[in-house]
């Protein structure tokens, strides 16, 4: 049995599914699972990749005890003969190591701004064979700091160890996800006929540590790698995620759905193949969104659906009639389209949509 649903808006007029969306208890539902984890950490990824370019601050270094100590808007930064610790604003807290190496000995180099008697740049020589330790602020809230290589000097005695932070993880950008805690890709370059000439690099990860891994460079010259330190600022709706359902098409882009601890309503995402979000979306309405399914269709049209006890979802026309409901989202996040399902009874349990653009709900 098949109910039929004409979706029209006063203007324009939206018809989902060419104009039929068929909803079965008997159609057949592919349904991919995976773990919530994983996927919570694929979208945290994502969403870190974009960082924070709203947050601008001029980090400076104070002398404290035997260290160092600075404030961003995200965390406090301390900086000393161990190495960083990071204690993010919202809790939990991460402390960097230089694994292998000898004690920091920190020194500034670069005086800070205003009346105060910081440093906007410390330093610490020899870290390793060749190797110096440059810490200093980034524009937007981070903390950068560099090894710098003389000639000769091998990048493969760095490794970077991460206590405190749980698991250590490898994002699809090449970021390292620590927590909270990101620390970025590392950029390393040399400097030839005054032009800095980026040298490829990327982490090597092994349980709490990561090592460096370069491409070819020029040994006769210095080296200077680069990663940079800061704390992902998710939107408050997706701090903490629970995914429900996920689903890919075959461009190799990733989409997934489910709920926030913060709110009753759904989440739909689409991030790229390298991990960047495309967008995200919340569906709901003044009562509470469960049981999320997705799928999406050849052209890239993303339907969701789920089970709800809203009497005002953003629905094309009328008034609540049924348990469940299917919403319609345009290949850039934009909904085009939203029904009630089925009598006040039933349960979405399902969802599917074919190459003809459509759905079917179990």
Not at 341 to 358: F, N, Q, T, Y
């Amino acid at each position: 049995m098949y109910w039929n649903y004409g979706w029209v808006t006063e203007s324009p007029t939206v018809v989902l599914g060419s104009g039929t969306t068929k909803v079965s208890a008997g159609a057949h539902c592919r349904r991919q699972e995976l773990q919530n984890e994983k996927l919570a950490f694929l979208i945290f990824a994502a969403f870190a990749a974009r960082g924070n370019p709203s947050a601008k601050a001029i980090v400076q270094f104070e002398p404290a005890g035997s260290g160092f100590v600075a404030g961003t808007p995200q965390a406090r930064w301390q900086i000393d003969a161990s190495g960083i610790a990071i204690r993010p604003a919202r809790g939990g807290s991460v402390h960097l190591r230089l694994e292998g190496a000898d004690a920091l000995r920190l020194h500034g180099t670069r005086p800070g701004t205003g009346a105060a008697s910081g440093y906007a740049e410390l330093r610490a020589d020899g870290v390793y064979p060749g190797t110096d330790f440059v810490v200093y602020g980034d524009p937007h809230g981070g903390i950068e700091y560099d090894f710098v290589l003389a000639p000769g000097a091998d990048p493969r005695a760095i490794r970077i160890s991460f206590a405190g932070a749980g698991q250590v993880r490898l994002a699809p950008s090449g970021d390292l996800l620590i927590g909270t805690i990101i620390q970025r890709k590392p950029f390393a370059y040399q400097i030839r006929n005054g032009v800095r000439v980026e040298v490829p690099s990327r982490y090597v990860v092994s349980g709490q540590s990561a090592g460096i891994e370069t491409g070819e460079y020029d040994k006769s010259q210095p080296l200077v790698i680069d990663p940079v330190l800061t704390v992902a600022d998710l939107p408050e709706s997706l701090r903490a995620i629970s995914v429900d359902a996920i689903a890919a098409d075959s461009q190799g882009n990733l989409y997934a759905a489910g709920r926030t601890a913060q709110a009753a309503d759904l989440f739909v995402a689409k991030l790229s193949p390298s991990g960047a979000v495309l967008f995200s979306a919340r569906f709901g309405g003044s009562g509470v969104e469960s049981d999320a399914q997705l799928a999406v269709d050849s052209v890239g049209t993303v339907y969701l659906a789920g089970n709800t006890d809203s009497p005002d979802l953003p629905v094309n026309s009328g008034a609540k009639t049924g348990g469940g409901f299917l919403a319609r989202f345009a290949s850039d996040g934009a909904l085009t389209g939203a029904v009630y399902v089925g009598s006040e009874k039933d349960r979405v349990r399902g969802l599917d949509a074919d190459g003809a653009g459509i759905a079917y709900v179990v």
